[in-house]
């Protein structure tokens, strides 16, 4: 591909180094009301938007989550720490998951830490997914890098005016390809929880 386009990867690459997550000491201790919620949400996964338009989270998002038990209600009209905690991980999950899935994923987790006060609690699995995941970055940027190394030799033989617009659509469907792939494991690995089966 050409160097427009080998810029196009650097972007993407320098990207990534730059992910972060909300580490749980950033959350605020004290209860929140549900436009505080939103307002720390909206502030806190900004760089997340596709579009500056899009909403992280709103009112009607939030009761919706509470009404489907993903969410526990809140106390007297205050969320915890922990609730900005699932609500962190419902947005995450809702891009490739189903409500089912995010529920039967949530449910343990809530049910065991949600609310109790343990050296192991809710934060505590919060952060480890978040360290798990940051240490990961080198290895994505690997396989993207690879990915996109394949799809920059494929089409030799397509007319020349197309073939970067194919090479693009080769690595959109790599990745799509893995991302089709891995959501198949994770529902896969859901089916088989415990709370799976009722």
């Known amino acids: 591909m050409t160097i427009k386009t080998d810029d196009l990867l650097n972007s993407i690459l320098e990207s990534l180094s ?16 549900m436009d505080q919620v939103t307002t720390f949400m909206e502030k806190q996964l900004e760089s ?24 526990p209600p809140p106390v007297k009209k205050k969320y915890s720490k922990e609730h900005v905690l699932i609500l ?14 995010i529920d039967l994923l949530l449910k343990p987790l809530t049910e065991k830490y949600f609310g109790k006060d343990a050296d192991f609690d809710l934060s505590s699995v919060y952060e480890e997914v978040c360290q798990m995941e940051k240490n990961r970055v080198q290895s994505v940027q690997d396989d993207i890098t690879a990915l996109w190394a394949q799809a920059s030799e494929s089409y030799a ?8 617009m194919l090479q693009l659509f080769a690595f959109i469907c790599s990745l799509s390809f893995d991302v089709y792939i891995k959501k198949q494991i994770i529902e896969k690995v859901i089916d088989s929880f415990p709370t799976s089966r009722h």
């Open 88 to 101: 962190i991980f419902i947005y995450y999950f809702k891009n490739i998951l189903s409500i089912r899935d």
């Open 18 to 33: 730059r992910i972060d997550y909300i580490h749980s000491g950033e959350i605020p201790n004290i209860d929140l009301y």
């Open 48 to 71: 997340t938007k596709r579009y500056p338009q899009d909403k992280i989270l709103t009112k009607t998002m939030i009761n919706n989550y509470a009404k489907n038990d993903l969410l």
């Open 157 to 164: 033989d397509a007319p020349e005016e197309d073939r970067e």
